[in-house]
């Protein structure tokens, strides 16, 4: 009895952490309808910062409290609202995800750069050393004072938003916003209020897990939001007392897995059969929290698809012709033979690394920009290509690397099983949640890497060898191509014209008898399937993979990248991939001190989206074609009837005898 209660009291003061942080996110998404992903981030840079007041400039804990979570994370939660997330209304929720992994990796970033890594920096907890005896167990000071916050926070947060003017504003914002403007209400500055007292419960779950933990880490509290969704999807992201449950539910299963659940045990047997290097399920522990949020994803009510006109969105989707990205298989081929001769061996080495991962971000395109299927586990159907490449493909056969696609397109389907219920953000967190499920029981087990490593040929051609960095390198730019003239070809088939309706109005296309089930299953395996095989050829690129090749965190950083080029395009992947080989490789190791620097621009230009939502790619391809408009007919170009002008009127479904008439007539060209 008393291990039970001692277990029961840990899992209260985690409860009490995951409340706190999810009580901030359910107030910041519904009144700004944006969930976000930097929330951790947002704590732990409060953190940091508390650390640096409290310990480094000796001001005292409650000046410090009051000068970090009263004054500092409030201001810049109202800033970011005012700053960044007001520019995304008329965007889809692909874009509003993007922003805010954006704000991840930027505050994330911008803590590495003001506090290093590899430094140690002792966080004490309050009342350090002092506890009080419970009988069973002796509980700090400063476990107590976590509960404590969790249950002022409750407290609170219920009155505020029923007993004050601003609480019944907010959640008038979540109902009604217009109704809310007619009644004297302003939408806009209840939710840069809301950011405000968000970002201030984020920085005070932030301080408490620091100090609970003893020292200052940059990923552990980053990632402290990953545990608190599902306690925040417990309660919709809607209410307050159910995330509350949902937060007590998974702490207390937390505490009573460490304390009765034995998974030390390898498994060496699965159905009567031998299995060597044995499994391991030690990795359920740390994955609780994510198997949880799983979990309350599947049970949750179905979404009804909602009825009405197609969506309205300022992004557009480019459809080249297939002949265009066949051509260009050739000056692919030779750019990167030159590259691969003229630049030094490890340079080429990193650029093939670039385009590796462009095939990866190339799966994202029929998925998020075809389809509107939000997912943020690339990496990981893309490390499972790049084990099945180096469990199959040791001899270079190159059905070895049609194997790995074959199998990461399963993998595709199994996810989408599950998902079918889900859509926009919640498929988005399902999909996280299968990518850390895979870095905890999947890339550390030793069956799948051995000693924690995996070897992964290059594809043998014969009379042909991609063994070398610059044959390689010509090799991804070619696969590259054929990849992308596929996805090209996708977009102006039935198949791809279903895909953009489902993601337009999927009510309207179950209404005309669509099949939006297999639809989905389908896309989903196309898109595994494309990202499998550029794991396996990343993997071949490195040659060898290991735990942290393909982990959750890495995944982020490719789709953000794969939006800023442009998602609705397969230039933007090869935008991306090019970007990353240059600003997380090639650049950082030739100017060392701009490293942290570098890595700050893809959060940047990603923050940036809400105001250019097409991507890089798109908008520098307009550019240039309103510049030789102005050229061709400078009097056509300050015409308010512009191409521009027709777009944003909604004119886009032109037939090619409607665009000749046009460009005939009134001089008038309308891009497809």
């Known amino acids: 009895m008393d291990q039970f209660l001692t277990f029961t009291i840990a899992g209260v003061v985690t409860a009490a952490l995951y409340a706190v942080a999810a009580s901030g996110l359910v107030l910041t998404y519904t009144t700004s309808g944006v969930f976000n992903f930097a929330h951790g981030a947002f704590g732990m840079f409060a953190a940091f910062a508390y650390w640096q007041v409290r310990q480094e400039w000796g001001v005292p804990a409650p000046l410090a409290l009051l000068i970090v979570l009263g004054v500092g994370a409030p201001l810049f939660g109202a800033v970011v609202e005012r700053v960044i997330l007001r520019g995304l209304r008329g965007t889809s929720e692909v874009i509003r995800l993007i922003v805010s992994v954006s704000l991840l990796f930027g505050v994330y970033q911008a ?26 167990v002796n509980l700090t000071w400063h476990d107590a004072l976590t509960v404590l916050a969790a249950v002022v926070t409750a407290i609170v947060l219920r009155l505020m938003l029923f007993r004050t003017r601003l609480g019944v504003t ?7 916003p217009a109704l809310v403007r007619l009644t004297g209400g302003r939408p806009d500055r209840t939710a840069m209020y809301s950011w405000a007292i968000g970002t201030a419960l984020a920085g005070l779950a932030g301080i408490l897990l620091a100090g609970s933990q003893g020292s200052l880490s940059h990923i552990p509290l980053t990632l402290l939001v990953v545990n608190a969704y599902a306690a925040a999807l417990f309660g919709r992201l809607k209410s307050l007392p159910l995330t509350f449950v949902g937060a007590l539910v998974i702490g207390l299963a937390e505490a009573y897995a460490i304390g009765y659940l034995d998974l030390s045990t390898p498994i060496d047997s699965i159905a009567g059969l031998s299995v060597s290097p044995a499994l391991s399920l030690a990795g359920i522990r740390p994955a609780i929290p994510v198997i949880a949020l799983f979990i309350v994803l599947l049970f949750l009510p179905p979404l009804r698809l909602r009825a009405g006109g197609q969506m309205q969105s300022r992004e557009e989707i480019p459809s080249p012709p297939v002949r265009r990205w066949l051509i260009a298989v050739v000056p692919v081929a030779v750019l990167c033979l030159v590259a691969g001769s003229a630049l030094p061996s490890l340079r080429s080495f990193q650029l093939g690394q670039g385009l590796a991962l462009a095939i990866v971000m190339l799966s994202l395109v029929p998925l998020i920009g075809y389809a509107g299927q939000i997912s943020l586990a690339p990496m990981a159907f893309a490390g499972i290509g790049a084990v099945a490449m180096g469990a199959w493909g040791g001899d270079g056969n190159p059905l070895a690397l049609l194997a790995a696609a074959a199998v ?44 924690g490593n995996r070897s992964v040929p290059r594809v043998d051609l014969g009379p042909v060898s991609t063994d070398g960095d610059t044959a390689h390198l010509v090799f991804l730019g070619i696969v590259f191509c054929l990849l992308a003239a596929v996805v090209v070809f996708i977009r102006g088939s039935e198949y791809g014209r279903r895909l953009l309706a489902m993601k337009s109005s999927p009510s309207a296309c179950a209404t005309l008898g669509v099949n939006l089930t297999s639809t989905k299953l389908s896309v989903f395996a196309l898109s595994a399937g494309i990202a499998g095989l550029g794991g396996a050829l990343y993997g071949a690129q490195l040659r060898s993979v290991g735990p942290t090749t393909f982990q959750f965190l890495q995944s982020l950083p490719i789709v953000l990248l794969a939006v800023i080029g442009g998602i609705g395009g397969v230039g933007g992947a090869l935008f991306g991939g090019l970007v990353y080989a240059l600003s997380f490789l090639i650049l950082p190791e030739l100017v060392p001190g701009l490293r942290t620097v570098l890595t700050l621009g893809p959060a940047l230009a990603g923050v940036s989206l809400g105001r250019n939502p097409n991507g890089a790619v798109h908008e520098t391809v307009r550019s240039i074609r309103q510049r030789r408009a102005a050229k061709a007919d400078p009097e056509a170009a300050g015409d308010p009837d512009t191409t521009e002008h027709l777009e944003r009127m909604g004119l886009r479904g032109f037939t090619d005898a409607d665009r000749a008439l046009l460009d005939r007539e009134l001089g008038i060209s309308v891009r497809r």
Request: charged share 15%.
């Open 170 to 176: 907010m959640r008038g914002v979540v109902d009604d």
């Open 408 to 451: 990461s397109a399963l993998a595709g389907v199994g996810v989408a099983l599950p998902a079918l219920r889900l859509q926009g953000l919640y498929l988005a967190l399902g999909t996280a949640a299968f990518a850390v499920v895979m870095d905890q029981l999947f890339f550390n087990q030793s069956f799948f890497l051995p000693n």
């Open 111 to 136: 803590a590495i750069l003001l506090w290093p890594q590899g430094t140690g920096r002792r966080m004490p907890g309050f009342y350090d050393g002092e506890s009080i005896d419970l009988g069973v």
